[in-house]
């Protein structure tokens, strides 16, 4: 059983639809991420949360906003998407914030696969 | 910023061969982390390397953090067909700094 789990494994939406992506973490960690896998590129880290506190957007679009109520859950606010979109959202966590001058390991949940029609 | 680099794309070896992969950069890290991703799944961590010339096992695997901190390598001993998977390391450059993902190396086994 992960740690990290999210929820829906798989979502499409069209591009005037709303939906949210889920994520909560078994681990006690204090700092969760969102990131973005496409294929063939390098994980790109979307959004940063620290003790239920945003430390980080990485120039996301306002069409993606993530909401984070406590340490062991976090959300992605779908809205108005493009087919562009369409990818491999994975959170993750890790005990401390990674690069507040901390290297703790991010553990990953198995992600929400997303295809915008 | 910084990058790592991991080739090849892809790798096809024999079931029972050793597999070795790099990741290499220009910037010095000081941690090194692989990581390993299933088909549908995330990626799950395999080995934590945080110190210059660590050599860290974890079953059949083998990983080393390079002397000029510039390099790791991960090693896979006797492949077996679960070992499939996509193989990604990842580092940071200062504690204070973002964890860099390289693009990841796709393995295939034949059985």
Known sequence: ETGVTQTPRHLVMGMTNKKSLKCEQHLGHNAMYWYKQSAKKPLELMFVYNFKEQTENNSVPSRFSPECPNSSHLFLHLHTLQPEDSALYLCASSRTLTGRYSNQPQHFGDGTRLSIL | ?111
Request: charged share 15%.
């Open chain 2, 1 to 111: 910023g910084q990058q790592l680099n991991q080739s090849p794309q892809s790798m096809f070896i024999q079931e029972g061969e050793d597999v070795s992969m790099n990741c290499t950069s220009s910037s010095i890290f000081n941690t090194w982390l692989w990581y390993k991703q299933d088909p549908g799944e995330g990626p799950v961590l395999l080995i934590a390397l945080y110190k210059a010339g660590e050599l860290t096992s974890n079953g059949r695997l083998t990983a080393q953090f390079g002397i000029t901190r510039k390099d790791s390598f991960l090693n896979i001993s006797a492949s077996i067909p679960s070992d499939v998977g996509i193989y990604f390391c990842a580092g940071q450059t200062g504690a204070n700094s973002k964890l860099t993902f390289g693009k990841g190396i796709t393995l295939s086994v034949r059985p």
